[in-house]
């Protein structure tokens, strides 16, 4: 059901940005409609989720099938140390709930594959990529190719960090990266990240989303975002469609007519 007017104490809520020049009435309402598919529930999930809820998201389906580490505490805003052990997605929206009682949340506990994530992509309206390797990143965005979802996929490892949306018909993860980087196989548990630089790459995945769902705004459109922390500069690439990529090619003119 859409929703066409919010509450006193919602308005109260997100009265700081409906105040902004940029951001009105019509953006929130715009989030409040929103429904999002966020895959992982980890160092990008965690303050991705987080921020997309408290801004006051309509539609949060969190999909992860990890158990909460001690390790993972590090960087894992929602997780507490009683919380080790139990599934990421059940204590993720149990916290997030805690945080935003308007929020409609989903936790979906399973990893996914090329059969379950047309059922996950189903009435979305964006995906929030947060995975933590290359195969699954490949996975998914054959996924929303298939099913037309726009992409906003982010990856962070050690100091360093990247971000690039992908709308359907205009280019995807495989025409930017190829069919596989043997230099991106790297993942936290054996290469290591820094407690910040998940949550800078995924404030910036989150700011990107907000962006998109409430103005309509798609600045990484065709584009890549690298960013570096030791020297704190950030880059940003454009890429076009790949003619003759395996997963979005018969995506063209064809599907933009219709
Ligand atoms: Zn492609």
Redesign the pocket.
């Known amino acids: 059901m859409t929703k066409t007017q919010l509450s006193d104490p919602e308005l109260l809520r997100y009265s700081r940005q409906i105040l902004l020049p940029e951001w009105d009435m019509d953006a929130q309402l715009k989030l409040a409609n929103s429904r999002v598919l966020m895959i992982g529930a980890g160092g990008l999930g965690n303050p991705a989720a987080q921020i997309l809820v408290r801004a006051g998201l309509g539609f949060l389906r969190l999909v992860d099938f990890d158990s909460i580490e001690e390790s993972n505490l590090q960087r894992q805003f929602l997780f507490q140390s009683s919380d080790v052990g139990l599934p990421k997605v059940e204590v993720a929206v149990r916290e997030l709930q805690k945080i935003n009682p308007w929020t409609t949340l989903e936790a979906v506990d399973l990893k996914v594959n090329l059969a379950n994530l047309p059922a996950l992509l189903a009435d979305i309206d964006l995906v929030l990529d947060g995975s933590d390797n290359f195969a699954t990143r490949d996975l998914i965005n054959q996924a929303c ?1 298939q099913a037309k979802v726009p992409l906003l996929s982010a990856a962070a490892i050690g100091l360093e960090g990247q971000i690039a949306f992908f709308q359907p018909a205009q ?5 930017l990266f190829g069919n596989g980087l043997d230099d991106d196989t790297r993942q936290c548990a054996e290469s290591g990240v820094l407690a910040s630089t998940t949550a800078v790459i995924a404030s910036l995945q989150a700011h990107h989303a907000l962006l998109f769902l409430g103005l309509n705004q798609t600045p990484l459109a065709n584009r890549l975002l690298l960013w570096n922390g030791i020297t704190m500069q950030q880059r940003v690439l454009k890429f076009a ?2 003619s003759n ?1 395996a ?3 018969h995506l063209g003119d064809k599907v933009s007519l219709k």
């Open positions: 190719v280019g995807c993860y495989r025409c469609k790949d990529c997963i979005c090619s």
